[in-house]
């Protein structure tokens, strides 16, 4: 499983010209799965995304999590993140989880960092083609990697 966070001002997600997810302040999540992803890792990657303290306290230090802060979280599936552009100049997306293993990969991702924030999390819709538009705030931008820790 891969993941890019960009913590943001807002985020939205459009699908043939209607919003399918929104956000004010907080984390939009790009999320990639592998076929041999796990419900430890998923678990894993949910836990380790909401306490990442990438937010600013009083002294503006990046010592606050979503968690902490209240914000909002946004997950979009992205199956491109799994890209393999080692050779030639044509990805190959075979490390990608194909849809019947992807779709209920992301369904509990999604449903493990609502469980950690004790409120729901905005989304995309899996396999459609969705217009992102975001404010990124700072920016900051990580990507985290199960099998890089």
Known sequence: MRIVIQRVRHARVTVEGHVTGQIGAGLLVLAGFAPDDSPATLNWMARKLVQMRIFSD??????RSVLDTGGQVLV??????LADARKGNRPSYTGAAPPPIAIPLYAQFVEAVS?????????????????????????????????QG
């Open 76 to 81: 979009v599936s992205q199956f491109t993140l």
């Open 115 to 147: 469980q950690l924030l004790g409120r729901p999390v905005a989304t995309g819709e899996f396999g459609a083609d969705m217009q992102v538009e975001l404010l990124n705030d700072g920016p900051v931008t990580i990507v985290l990697d199960s099998l």
């Open 58 to 63: 009083e002294e503006g230090k990046m010592n």
